[in-house]
């Protein structure tokens, strides 16, 4: 891959490659500020017994390491992309499959109460997405899942150094 994007063309995919990623992204970051609401799987999540460090991280590290595949692919056809209507329908099977997948991880028991609310704002942001009241604009730069608290995010990155979806998709428990 080259390191600068030099004809015309090839700088309008990488610009249109970090719109469509910072959509995405915007979609489920929202998950950090704010949400509310109603929580329907709030007793299903605590019925089960709790997860470990090395499930927890497999789940999400998968579920990342495919949605960052779909977005590649959906990336890879520009010609789809043309209005922000395009952009939404496109993007909203993989952000939804994320955030269904995120709110399926079973976490362990010190990251369960950040686990649940996150995964609901994660909800809560693609319905947003897909209803349009995103600004795709915002999105650029902006980090999928919100970061993991203290000490339980080194202890997740520790896990997932050693597992080849996080790796792949270059996943960090702690980015902010």
């Not at 299903?44 to 998968?62: F, L, M, N, Q």
């Not at 609310?117 to 604009?137: C, H, P, Y």
Request: charged share 20%.
């Amino acid at each position: 891959m080259p390191a600068l994007a030099s004809s015309p063309g090839a700088r309008l995919g990488a610009m249109k490659r970090a719109f469509v990623m910072g959509f995405a992204v915007l979609a489920l970051s929202l998950a950090a500020c704010g949400g509310g609401g109603g929580d329907d799987r709030k007793e299903t999540a605590t019925a089960r017994k709790p997860g470990t460090d090395a499930e927890y991280v497999a789940s999400i590290c998968s579920a990342y390491r495919t949605f960052t595949a779909e977005i590649d692919a959906i990336l890879k056809k520009p010609a789809e992309l043309r209005t922000a209507q395009d952009v939404t329908e496109r993007l909203s099977p993989p952000v939804s499959k994320l955030a269904q997948a995120f709110a399926d991880a079973n976490p362990p028991p010190d990251l369960a109460e950040w686990h649940q609310q996150a995964s609901t704002e994660l909800t809560e942001s693609v319905n947003r997405l897909k209803s349009g009241k995103l600004d795709a604009a915002a999105a650029l730069g902006v980090n999928p899942i919100p970061a993991v608290p203290g000490e339980v995010a080194a202890r997740l990155n520790g896990v997932a150094a050693n597992n080849a979806d996080c790796r792949a998709a270059g996943f960090d428990f702690a980015r902010e």
